[in-house]
């Protein structure tokens, strides 16, 4: 079969590898970008770290509102197909792809320093979330806001305690049935510092 599928999503081209992860209700796709547009609020002058950004949806959607855009993935051909993607939409001059597994470790290591800018954070994890400490790493950047979308609305709870550990408070939540038919549904959920 083909090495790359190809949507539209907003009026956007995406390409991913058949082995990659997308999002399975492409007619709620255009609410989910939205969506997560709407709570991070984006602002020019800042960073928008993208976590688990598979081939780059939101990273693309999102890249003409921010100063620039870090995504991370630990799939490497998502990453390659994200970086073409990039030449598509034209946004290679903002946006910066790497092929890691998220881990605190990781973050350390490929994200620049924090507190150089303000930072907005988007994660899109796996249904059982992210690893342990990954959370954590985040609240102590002290980004103006984070964004987390939970498809496994069961790990909602456990992550919400981190993230307040860290000093976060629940923003606001929207929930989208992404999943027709079923009970279960995305809910995205934006977090903003306690104080």
């Given at each position: 079969g083909p090495d790359r599928?190809?949507?539209?999503?907003?009026?956007?081209?995406?390409?991913?590898?058949?082995?990659?992860?997308?999002?399975?209700?492409?007619?709620?796709?255009?609410?989910?970008?939205?969506?997560?547009?709407?709570?991070?609020?984006?602002?020019?002058e800042q960073l928008l770290i993208d976590l688990y950004c598979g081939y780059g949806l939101f990273a693309h959607a999102l890249a003409g509102r921010y100063a620039?855009?870090?995504?991370?993935d630990a799939a490497p051909l998502s990453i390659a197909a994200a970086r073409d993607n990039s030449a598509w939409?034209?946004?290679?001059?903002?946006?910066?792809?790497?092929?890691?597994?998220?881990?605190a470790q990781a973050l350390a290591a490929t994200l620049p320093r924090a507190g150089r800018q303000s930072e907005a954070i988007l994660l899109d994890p796996p249904r059982q979330g992210p690893e342990r400490g990954v959370i954590a790493a985040l609240a102590a950047r002290r980004p103006a806001i984070a964004v987390e979308?939970?498809?496994?609305?069961?790990?909602?709870?456990?992550?919400?305690?981190?993230?307040?550990?860290?000093?976060?408070?629940?923003?606001?939540?929207?929930?989208?049935?992404?999943?027709?038919?079923?009970a279960s549904l995305e809910v995205l959920v934006s977090l903003l510092p306690a104080r």
């Open positions: 599928i190809v949507v539209e999503h907003g009026g956007r081209r995406y390409a991913f590898p058949p082995t990659g992860f997308s999002q399975i209700n492409g007619a709620m796709v255009p609410a989910l970008v939205e969506g997560v547009r709407e709570l991070l609020s984006p602002r020019p620039r855009v870090i995504g991370l939409h034209g946004t290679s001059a903002r946006v910066e792809f790497y092929a890691r597994r998220i881990t979308a939970f498809c496994g609305v069961d790990e909602l709870p456990r992550q919400v305690r981190e993230w307040e550990a860290g000093a976060y408070r629940v923003g606001r939540i929207v929930p989208l049935d992404m999943f027709p038919g079923t």
